[in-house]
Each structure stands twice: as structure tokens, then as C-alpha cells.
């Protein structure tokens, strides 16, 4: 294959975007929709507001792309998903730690859960990422009405344990190691994916 | 004993101060705590802003009102902590569910949720209702180590569910029945208070 040259954080396209990005992140997480403008971000970023218009085109792009989950996750959501059903429970669990544990995946699902909390405008993303990183891709339940039923207990707790851990953080859960949090939640976990829940 | 007035509905502080309460809880959900101005309040309520630094002396006063939780949730919580171990899984999930559904305990644990999402201020103060709400009666666990993890990991279901169902109204969720949920996730609770989690 021909050599192509890598994007990556020297190049100076990456690094304005990345900055830019976080900024953002910041900006929606905290100040929700209404409350963040261009002109913020860019002072946070360093950078001119033409360049942010530049790149994202308006603010509804900027959103886009600072909320945009990476390829990776979505590759590694659709890859956990082939899991057998019966280590499933435990499989989700380690894919969500490993997630938040992530230096780019974290900030994305953070700023989503943070800036969903508090816009309807932007809670709409929040679902479409719940369907496609959680409920989209399950092969469980009898159904297609059991499936969404079983995928949205699932992300009921998987979301709740993110709130509490990295958003709110109350203790102890937020100190708790992986594998206790394995230990103690994977099998609820699993309860929803192929217990009778009626 | 004597008859005193009752206050009420009637009662025009009573009227009053449930305006400008139901304002701020919108103002800190949407706008976040450092957003959120007495002036603004004031005017969503069609109010003097003298009136609420005469009712609240301050905003910080303002938000504590405003995400105080009503004594008769506090007596509800209470009662339902001396349910047998053995039923409380689904006596805490009735609990949430009903208070939720309720017309005044409701708004005050969406605006407690919501404020805490986007605001460092005010997340110490969902730290404390879940602490006294979910885990400082709970009597169950070998120690009190072990009673702070399972109330938190109850916790963590428990928000999950109410963020899931409430806030970010993600379907099935949403619309599933008070039963349904019951059946579907009480195990799973009465899972984190009495089974082995290691």
C-alpha cells in the first residue's frame, strides 16, 4: 500500500481541532446549548472564531463533532457486542470502564451525559448514542420489543453507574476498583440480558 | 389543641414562594447554578427580586430552598428503610416511582438531578440527599464499609433508572408501567442488599 501520511496530534490541524474540541466539550458540559457561544469556545481554545467556522461550519457542527463518539469506540461497541450472550453482562461492564478510563473516549461521553442533562436539544444525541452504543446492535431477548425492553435496563445501569461515578462521584463507588465494580454488577447486568424480567 | 391558620395554597406567601420556587428549580436545571440569577428568577415568576433576598436572603438560600426535599419524602424514605431486607429491593423502586410521579417531591429531585449534572456547587447537595436518602439509614450489609458500597450501587440503578426514565426519557424505559419496571428490576436491587458481591 502507498505510504500516507498520518493525522495525528503534530499535525497542526489535529492539535487546533483538538483544542477546539476539549474546549467545546467544556463549554456544552458546563454552560449547556444555549448558554455556550463560538466566540467562548474560541477564547477558551485560543484560538480566532472564523477558524472554529472554518472547521465546523456553525455551532450545531460543533456540537456535532465535540459529541461525535470516535470510530474506535463505536468499533469496539460493535465488537462487545459479539460476545456470547452468557459473559455479556460482564463483557458491556469492562467495555463502559474501559471507556471513561479512555483520554478520548472519556471527554466525548462525558460531555454528552453532561450536556444532555440539561438540553432538550441536545438529549436527542444522547438517545441516538444509547440505541447505537447500546441498544442498536443487541442480539438478546425473544423479541424486538424484548430486546429494546432488555437494552434500556441495561443502559439504565450502566449509565447510572457512570453518573455516579464519574459525574457525581459518590462514594464509594467512584473509588471502587474495576473488578469490584465487576464483581458486584456484572451479574445484574446479566440478569437483564437473559433473565424472565416479568 | 389551638387552630392555627393553615398554611397552604391559599396562603399568599404559600402562593408566592411556590412560584418563585418552581422558577428557580427550572433556572438552576437549565441554566446551572453561576447561570442562574435572582433577577431572572424573578422575572419567570412575576415576582420583585426584593421579595425573593426578603424570602431567601440570598441565592445560595434560593437553591437550598429549592432543592430541599419536602419532609413527608424525608418520612417516606425513613419508613421505607425499616421494610425487611428481604422486600426492600422492591419497596425502594416503589418509593422512587411514586416520588417522581408525586407533584411537588418530583420537580425538586429533577432540579436536584439536573443542577448536579453541570455544577460542582451543587453536587455536593446530591451528594448529601443520596447519602441521606439512599445510604445514611440503610441497615443492611456485614459493616459499614459494606453498607456504603450496597447503598451505592443501589444508588447507581437507582439514578440510572430515574435519569433513563425522567430525564432523559429514553424508550422503553419511559413508558414502561410502574409493574413492569418493578418485575424487571426489584431483583436486581434486592440483589445489591443481600447477595454476595465479591
Redesign the interface.
Known sequence: MPKRPTPGPRDERGVMSARILAAAREGF????WA?TTIRAVARAADVDPALIYHYYGSKEGLLDAATEPPARWLEAVAHTWRTPACELGEALLRLMLGAWADDEIGPVLRAV??T????QTT?ER??RI?EGSLMGAAQIGADD?DR??RS??I???????A???Y???????AS?SDD?LV???A??LQ??ID?D??
Chains 1, 2 share one sequence.
Request: glycine share 8%; net charge positive; proline share 4%.
Open positions: 458540559a458546563h454552560e449547556g448558554g451525559l453532561l444532555a442533562a440539561h438540553d438529549r444522547l438517545r444509547v420489543e429494546r425492553i434500556g435496563l443502559a439504565s445501569q450502566i449509565l447510572g453507574l453518573m455516579t461515578r459525574v457525581w462521584r459518590v462514594e464509594p463507588v471502587m469490584e464483581a458486584a454488577i451479574p445484574n440478569r437483564y433473565a424480567l416479568r
